[in-house]
């Protein structure tokens, strides 16, 4: 995933009603929630990149049947010891719920011809984590790979003999529809574009791709106002996010009938994730940036203008002209410092449609893709945009489409929808801490623990299930242990508030490293239900 950033059953408002009161303010910034003794389930959550490695092209010619315990464990010269605080509580996991975990694998592991790039190192690698007992990998399908020449022309070459190899070792698949462009921001080391039939269209009509007010585009993904137009070749964006997944469908039939892909993860933006591209890395975009709107394209605006005229205020048909740019402080803004427009009559309606278009565009696509993959589980996946939450504005929210202000809780209208397509949530980040980021960018007034206290309530009031992943490489401790502490949260009353599947980021040399491997085993087997002891 490229960016600069990332089943529960029950009665979600016991948990609200059985807790501490909440006011309008602390549903922003609970900075001093009590974690250990909370009924709340706190995640935390970023938008930091998925990072990829690129191996050369090896013997396809391989049976991970064959010696299913004959493991070649990597050997380095100096490898990382496991830093572990001392001191550090410790919880006994043994009969709490079983979390399955999955691993996501490189982005480069398919290379741009749609071969599987060096099958025996894989092959490996995955003995090595099925030792671990995980119980599967995710992996992205790029549509500028698998569609990349021609409309309708779709190869899956590469992608059938990685899912066989999976397959054959017993292991579980999470497959990722993945409609946007890898490259171009932090951590990527691949570069995977949309399809190049795509971008044509694209140099002779730009606006099939989002704009800032200065008309700055990037090429991340199609922008959502062309979702019912026929500009790619007599299609609409929907139509040809349609023929993709319906043509997955049928290539994987067996591996739907066998159970071995287990849940599909909608794209329904940059990265994958459900945001519009505010704080792209390719436009200047820096941490801790508000980032920028972005409805600009001529779709996206009339779309705003008539949304305007049938309001009865035609004058409001404007995007803001006073919001900064991309690295602007909330407050060196009119529109999003205290008292500013983002809370005025204006401000109110832009927001409300803004927000709209991006809730629209995801009950659509994954209304397509329950048609596509009826019978197997679905999701999205939604970004931590943490930074500024500490602000009455939330700015950097708000450039990414989540109207949050005000007492307004922006997340419950996206969980509400999620639950009418019968789709999970799958949040990031679950390993940050507040008071770290308080620490290294104190600048930024970023609340994640606070966000995800606000978004996996609001999963819970809608009764949707939900997912979790790290953002950042993990392999210390003090990581893993949030991780569980968040997976598995204390005091819950009922024992049903916790993840229905853990995604790792990602598989690499250094996960595979002695130590830290040792690590992330005992990890495993804590979300398993599993305690295990003295692996110091």
Not at 464 to 477: D, H, K, L, Q, T
């Amino acid at each position: 995933m490229a960016a600069a950033f990332s089943s529960l059953v029950g009665q979600p408002r016991a948990i609200l009603s059985a807790s501490p009161t909440v006011s309008c303010s602390q549903i922003r910034k609970p900075a001093n929630f009590p974690l250990q003794n909370s009924r709340f389930f706190l995640v935390n959550s970023s938008s930091v990149p998925r990072t990829c490695t690129m191996a050369m092209v090896g013997d396809d010619n391989v049976d991970p049947a064959r010696d299913d315990h004959s493991i070649n464990w990597p050997s380095y010269d100096d490898p990382k010891v496991v830093d572990v605080t001392p001191g550090l509580q410790e919880r006994d996991f043994r009969g709490t719920p079983y979390i399955p975990v999955y691993v996501m694998l490189p982005m480069g592991i398919i290379n741009m011809e749609c071969e599987i790039v060096d099958a025996n190192n894989l092959v490996n690698q995955l003995k090595i984590l099925k030792s671990a007992k995980v119980d599967g990998v995710v992996v992205e399908c790029w549509w500028g790979i698998v569609e990349a020449h021609a409309p309708k022309r779709y190869n899956w070459g590469g992608y059938k003999r990685l899912f066989e190899i999976v397959r054959d070792l017993n292991l579980k698949l999470r497959v990722v529809m993945s409609f946007h462009e890898c490259g171009g921001n932090v951590g990527d080391d691949v570069h995977i574009p949309l399809p190049r039939w795509v971008t044509e269209i694209g140099y002779k009509n730009p606006d099939i791709f989002f704009a800032d007010r200065d008309l700055r585009r990037t090429h991340e993904c199609l922008t959502w106002g062309i979702d019912k137009e026929r500009v790619l070749r007599g299609r609409t964006a929907l139509e040809v996010y349609f023929g993709l997944m319906r043509s997955f469908s049928v290539e994987f039939i067996e591996f739907f009938e066998n159970g071995v892909i287990s849940e599909i993860e909608i794209g329904l933006g940059p990265c994958g994730e459900l945001r519009y591209p505010s704080h792209s890395a390719k436009l200047g975009w820096k941490y801790p940036g508000i980032g920028e709107f972005q409805c600009y394209d001529k779709y996206l605006f009339n779309s705003l203008q008539k949304a305007a005229e049938a309001s009865g205020s035609s004058s409001s048909g404007k995007g803001p002209w006073n919001a900064g740019s991309y690295n602007s402080k909330p407050q060196k803004t009119e529109f999003f410092r205290d008292g500013g427009e983002y809370n005025r009559f204006y401000g109110r309606f832009f927001l409300k449609w803004y927000t709209q278009v991006l809730i629209d565009h995801a009950d659509q696509v994954l209304g397509l893709a329950n048609l596509s993959f009826k019978g197997t589980p679905i999701a999205a996946k939604l970004p931590g945009i943490y930074w500024w939450r500490n602000t009455k504005s939330g700015a950097a929210e708000l450039t990414a489409g989540f109207y949050s202000v005000n007492c307004r809780d922006g997340y419950s209208p996206i969980a509400s929808m999620l639950k009418k397509r019968e789709a999970a949530l799958n949040f990031t980040c679950l390993e940050l801490h507040t008071v770290d980021q308080k620490k290294d960018f104190p600048q930024a007034l970023a609340d994640p623990e606070g966000l995800v206290w606000q978004v996996l309530n609001a999963a819970w009031e809608a009764n949707i299930p939900v997912a979790g992943e790290n953002a950042r490489p993990c392999y210390r401790r003090e990581g893993y242990n949030k991780i569980l502490e968040n997976a598995k949260p204390m005091n819950d009353p009922f024992g049903r508030y916790y993840l229905s599947a853990f995604t790792y980021l990602k598989l690499s040399p250094t996960l595979l490293e002695k130590h830290n491997f040792m690590e992330f085993e005992r990890f495993v087997q804590m979300m398993h239900g599993v305690q295990r002891n003295n692996l110091n």
